[in-house]
């Protein structure tokens, strides 16, 4: 079972109890009686409680607080489950709220409710560095009683030892964390956070140690300050997805500290808040003059293949093309490696053979639709509304193109087979509203039908998430986002709250397409094959903390907008492709930033 | 309210190619264009304007019609003032999706009095001769449905697009006039005696 806390067990009692009616008058039913465990598992301290009777099956326990606001998840395990799973359960609405308390766990007013007989829905366990503090019974009550309170400040049931076994919690406890008294209240024992041993962890979130850090920093403070950004907000991420439970779940104070530490002026918010609202500002300073290489050419781009056609040094590779782009003569081959229809390591042969098998799929799988006739469509009403949106939606994809434009043009036509196919090739996905845009820029590179239509589903399987029923993936990243956006800007973070716009739906299609509509074609081009997630993954970048480093200076665009015309008379944001990427200035404004409750 | 503008949330509904977008372009900026993308997301515009000595701001909120699109649209329906429901007359299947338009904008707008909520119907694109949607059919559902008025737009000709929002905003500010009298004869009267009644506590 996943619930069970696997790990070395440091210390085990029977006979530790929960009240589960207290404050009521107490009858034998509404004690609890359980096993608690210390285990250390891996570089965690584990502290468990689970009722005797419970079976090993935890998913009841997660059922039970579905439907409950307040949380999200209620049991951990070292393994985290990916945020999706229990995201999965929300209503179909965008509820940022509840996705951003992403964070606590515990026990909530709806557990608290529970019939006692379900006592599976009492177990709880959390990691040490969560512990904040401990609260200890008056003396001689009897037995002995501790409360334990987590950073977020949730505060577990009390657990009661009928049995004895305290004072050896807490020796067992005071191996790995520093516990002392209060001076508000003698009863309580707080949690030193200074503790080494478990800052141990959040250091390996920084490949190199403080002090290279610090001279970088005094070197080029921009470059270090966003290098080690793009590693917070990786780490961030991490936290938000619960893939590494190394890193997973640091104290926001060590972060403040340590942070503090290596950058002068950061600023910290020291007041806790649930959630990472840690650091509240960054100032990275003025973004300096950023030298851009030329594209990478046909002649340098061939001498990275050996004389079997296997490119070598890929990585060096890719960083030239994160510097400068590729000359648009290359673009037809990179691409094609770019977005994985081409493995790196294959011979020219291999890849000759691939395409010819990948071509043949392709023309069988258009057969399949070319060949539904018109009556086996009119009883298929998911594949005629399919087909019915597609052929709206070419009509109006980039038709201003010399690609695209006018009547009866074949690129509108391949557009059109190429989605159609690609509702055969993944049905339950079908045609999603936007694909039209991912193609349009691949088709026109690639200027073949089955070529662009394999890219095209290489790029689809990077942003799968993002078109499926619940847009988990939109809704994630808009989560991050919004993180990333309080790091560097928290007070165009709280502007944006106060008018209502902190869910940024703004950046819905910014996001979702990828900037296609922000920028012209050609520069999408650019973009597209500089920021890939391959490219950003081998330069250690994350792909939103690139992204959001042309936020930055839309940041600005867009307050003035909103400073300057608080009225919004008839402004038109329509959405220019502006010029040039290099000043990456994003002009499109958001027209949409006013979120449910800014109805009036 | 005199002197004071008010702000007008009007949305629009309906599948995917009715011309929502074109609809609202065409009436804030008196444009058509042949060559425009299918929206993404939620985008909005505002226009004012003044309908019988009232002067109105109108946001007018344009959504993305695809089914997918449900979860991030929905949520923009809360404090609507008036529903556009759009249907093109050149595609039936846009016309028989009202129900489910009207129905999903109640639920998530959370209208409290959905019988005397106001919604205009637009049959959009009458430029196109080949009708799949007569005026009697599109009339007869509305009759039936609420008496919901309806236009036959053509956001390409700029036929009837102007009537139609301003009728939304007639509507709107029927309603307003009408719980504003609720209010007045409701009013209890505090400088009134109250008969002398005796108390027990």
């Known amino acids: ?600 | 309210m005199a002197g004071k503008s008010s702000l007008l949330k009007v949305i629009l509904l309906g599948d995917g190619g009715v011309g929502k977008s074109s609809l609202m372009n065409r009436y804030v900026t008196n444009k058509f264009d042949t060559q425009l993308f299918h929206t993404i997301g939620v985008e909005f515009l505002n226009k004012e304007l003044e309908v019988d000595n009232h002067s109105v701001t109108m946001q007018i909120w344009d959504t993305a019609g695809q089914e997918r699109f449900r979860s991030l649209r929905t949520p923009f329906y809360r404090g609507s003032d008036c529903c556009l429901l759009t249907f093109s007359v050149d595609d039936s299947q846009s016309f028989q999706n009202l129900n489910n338009w009207k129905k999903e904008f109640i639920y998530y707008a959370d209208v409290k009095d959905p019988e005397h909520f106001p919604f205009v119907v637009l049959g959009n694109k009458v430029d196109i001769s080949e009708h799949q949607v007569s005026t009697e059919e599109a009339e007869a559902w509305c009759r039936d449905n609420g008496n919901h008025p309806y236009f036959e737009t053509s956001a390409k000709d700029s036929t009837n697009v102007s009537a139609a929002f301003e009728e939304a905003v007639r509507r709107v500010l029927a309603i307003e006039d009408r719980s504003d009298q609720l209010i007045h004869n409701d009013t209890v009267n505090l400088h009134r005696k109250p008969k002398a009644s005796s108390s027990c506590c």
């Open chain 1, 1 to 600: 079972m996943e619930g069970i806390v696997t790990g070395k067990v440091v210390y085990d009692h029977e006979g530790v109890f929960i009240h589960s009616s207290c404050g009521k008058m107490e009858d034998q039913d509404s004690l609890i009686p359980g096993i608690l465990r210390v285990l250390e598992k891996d570089v965690e301290v584990i502290v468990d409680w689970r009722p005797l009777e419970e079976t090993l099956d935890s998913s009841n326990i997660l059922c039970a607080v579905q439907d409950s606001n307040s949380v999200v998840e209620w049991n951990q395990t070292p393994k985290e489950r990916p945020i999706t799973e229990h995201q999965n359960s929300y209503e179909a609405e965008w509820d940022m709220v509840n996705t951003v308390s992403f964070k606590k766990k515990y026990f909530s007013k709806g557990g608290v409710q529970n019939p006692v007989n379900n006592q599976s829905q009492w177990s709880f366990f959390f990691s040490l560095t969560e512990l904040k503090s401990i609260k200890q019974n008056k003396e001689g009550m009897g037995w002995s009683y501790f409360v334990f309170c987590l950073k977020d400040d949730v505060i577990l049931p009390a657990l009661h030892f009928h049995h004895g076994g305290s004072e050896l919690l807490l020796e067992c406890l005071e191996k790995y964390v520093v516990l002392c008294e209060s001076k508000q209240d003698s009863r309580t024992l707080l949690v030193d956070s200074q503790n080494r041993s478990l800052s141990q962890s959040f250091e390996n979130l920084h490949e190199e140690p403080t002090d290279s850090l610090l001279q970088k920093f005094r070197r080029d403070p921009y470059a270090a300050t966003m290098i080690n950004f793009s590693k917070v907000t990786n780490f961030l991420v991490d936290t938000i997805r619960g893939t590494d439970p190394a890193t997973h779940r640091r104290p926001p104070q060590e972060m403040a500290d340590f942070l503090v530490d290596a950058i002068p002026d950061l600023k910290i918010n020291q007041q806790e808040e649930s959630g990472f609202e840690v650091i509240t500002r960054i100032d990275v300073g003025t973004r300096p003059e950023v030298q851009r290489r030329d594209p990478v050419s046909t002649s340098e781009w061939e001498s990275y293949m050996d004389s079997e056609g296997r490119f070598h040094n890929v990585h060096h590779l890719k960083t030239m093309i994160f510097k400068g782009g590729l000359c648009h003569a290359v673009r037809k081959e990179a691409w094609k490696f770019l977005l994985n229809y081409f493995p790196w390591n294959s011979t020219k042969e291999e890849r000759s053979l691939l395409q010819k098998s990948k071509t043949d799929e392709y023309f069988r799988m258009k057969l399949q639709w070319k060949s539904v006739s018109e009556e086996q469509e009119n009883r298929n009403s998911r594949l005629r509304d399919y087909r019915c949106l597609i052929e709206k939606d070419v009509n109006r994809t980039d038709r201003t193109n010399r690609f695209y434009e006018g009547d009866d043009n074949p690129g509108v036509v391949l557009l059109h087979d190429i989605l159609m196919t690609y509702c055969m090739y993944d049905f339950d996905l079908g045609y999603v509203q936007g694909m039209s845009d991912l193609l349009s820029p691949i088709l026109y590179v690639m200027e073949n039908e089955a070529d662009a239509f394999w890219c095209f589903v290489s790029y689809m399987d990077q942003m799968h998430e993002n078109f499926e029923e619940q847009m988990q993936g939109m809704k994630m990243q808009l989560v991050q986002l919004s993180t990333l956006l309080r790091l560097l800007d928290s007070g165009f973070c709280s502007y944006l709250e106060s008018k209502d716009s902190g869910y940024l739906y703004f950046c819905f299609r910014w996001l979702l397409i990828r900037f296609k509509r922000e920028f012209s074609f050609h520069d999408i081009h650019q973009m597209w094959e500089e920021l890939p997630p391959a490219v950003c993954e081998v330069l250690g970048l994350d792909y939103n903390a690139a992204s959001l480093s042309y936020d930055t200076t839309e940041d600005c665009t867009v307050k003035k907008h909103y400073q300057t015309s608080p009225s919004q008379n008839s402004t038109v944001p329509v959405h220019p492709a502006n010029g040039t990427r290099s000043n990456s200035n994003l002009k499109a404004l958001p027209n949409s930033v006013h979120t449910p409750s800014s109805a009036c």
